[in-house]
């Protein structure tokens, strides 16, 4: 079993060491074998336009391990790992199985979640938050109208978390609702429903509000409600759950870009809603089939067909072309309407985007936090495959010596497919476990 914590320094090579590892195991990235997918032609055809963009992205940025899978006509027809999962164990490779911290994808689960108790008739998007959880509250007395809407489409107002506690993590069934507890002196940014920022710390809120209503654990629900269904059968919200010969570990850059293993595992179940899910690219097709056939897959259902026509409806406007509904980003992508989230912690970055009216997918993971710069390229790259089109080359920054986490509430991405999650960044001034970028 992976513990999250830190990794002793008796098992990590010295920085120069890892970093002549990478420049070995990068080149080995073609030689992983991909899963049995769908038809051999667009396999071929994603294999000769696609893969090299990625092998040489891979290579040019020392990414220590990547997957991604494209869906295509209902069938995962492209699935790939590059890389290893673990630089310290660096004999394992990537495959479209091995399992990643997924990040703030967990969020779109979260929206399932709460839409699967409305068709239920146990939650009305309207309702207050408080009147499901009476003990929420925080310091301004404006949260008492704050609704479950509000909060699942970031516009309640909400301050986002500050420190994650990665390096102090609570395993228990007590530590989300411990959470929203403690939040008594937090302050709203703004009137609820005026204005949008992204606020994981809401969706821990929402996580407890599933929890209380449905009476089982938010970890428990979703295992039992969206992953078993679809038979997402490695995915899991609880890392003591997960197969240790799946998991792959996260890496960072120091100042002066030497990589290292992450010194914790972004793991506290406190932060199950917002960012806990630990799936691979074999599993999250299954979520994307599901979605694209708006809420069922191989005759199970989650969610009712009309209810995407709420989930994806803009509840908030970003953009002239952008906005954000029940959790997802809306936006497009040459002249097709895009759906998507992606995710980045300490050591990983994330990303899923839907093209609905083309039933066409592209997920995508790397255990490396910098690699969020150019996973919007990648994305753009394997659509554009999928459209028939010639792929652009993948042109990010030479050295991107710095882990992404710093640097993302500078990026302001126009497009939905190159959203890092429109988030916010919290940090650990102590540079502990707490630093985030959604």
Known sequence: MI?????????????????????CFVLIV?????????????????????????????????????AIGVIQDDQLV????????????????????????????????VATSIMQLVEAGKINL????????????????????????????HTSGMPDVEDYEWDKPQYDDGALERYVRSLSNQKLIF???????????????????????SGESFDDYVQHHILTPLKMRDSTLLIKKTDPKLMTWGHERDKDGHVFPSKVYPYNRMHSPSSNLHSNVEDMARWALANLNHGELDGRRILNEQTYDIMWKPAHKLSDSDGVGISWFLGEYRGQATVSHGGGDPGYATFLVLLPEKKIAVVLMANCDWAGKGRGQIAHAALDVAL???????????????????????????????????????????????????
């Open 30 to 66: 073609a030689s992983v074998t991909s899963v049995r997918v769908a038809a051999q032609a667009p396999a071929e055809r994603y294999r000769n336009e696609l893969q090299p963009l990625i092998e040489d992205f891979v290579h040019q940025q020392q990414i220590p391990g990547f």
């Open 3 to 23: 513990k999250p914590g830190a990794i002793s320094r008796s098992l990590m090579p010295s920085p120069s060491m890892i970093n002549k590892l990478l420049a």
């Open 388 to 438: 028939g089109l010639k792929p652009q080359p993948i042109a990010v920054t030479p050295k991107l010596w710095h882990s992404e986490v710093p640097t993302l509430a500078k990026v302001i991405l126009p497009d939905a497919v190159q959203r890092m999650d429109h988030g916010q960044i919290g940090s650990n001034a102590n540079g502990g476990g707490g630093i985030r970028a959604r």
């Open 126 to 153: 309207v309702t207050p938050v408080a009147q499901y959880l009476p003990y929420f509250r925080v310091a301004d007395d404006r949260y008492q109208t704050i609704t479950v809407r509000q909060m699942v489409t």
């Open 191 to 213: 009137a609820p429903g005026t204005d949008f920022r992204y606020s994981n710390m809401a969706f821990e809120v929402l996580g407890d509000l599933i929890a209380k209503v």
């Open 78 to 109: 492209y699935a790939h790992g590059f890389g290893v999962k673990n630089l310290v164990h660096n004999h394992d490779p990537v495959t479209p199985r091995s399992l990643f911290h997924i990040a703030s994808i967990t969020k779109t689960f």
